[in-house]
């Protein structure tokens, strides 16, 4: 037998998933969408201050970030 034949015979052997292969996608769906909805959970935190929101209403820039 020669060495390629060898090689041949050891690249054909493979392993077995720990699950089936769409379900990594699925698992990539749900850890998206868990950091989608902790991230959309930060929206307009700024604004829930009374103290934040009152002086910049009295400064007047009209910036939403207060940079």
Known sequence: MSIATTLLAEAVHHTELPMPSFMYGV????????????????RDVANRHAGRAGARARTGSGQETGH
């Open 27 to 42: 698992v990539a769906l749900i850890v998206f969408l868990f950091l989608g909805v902790a991230t959309f959970s930060y």
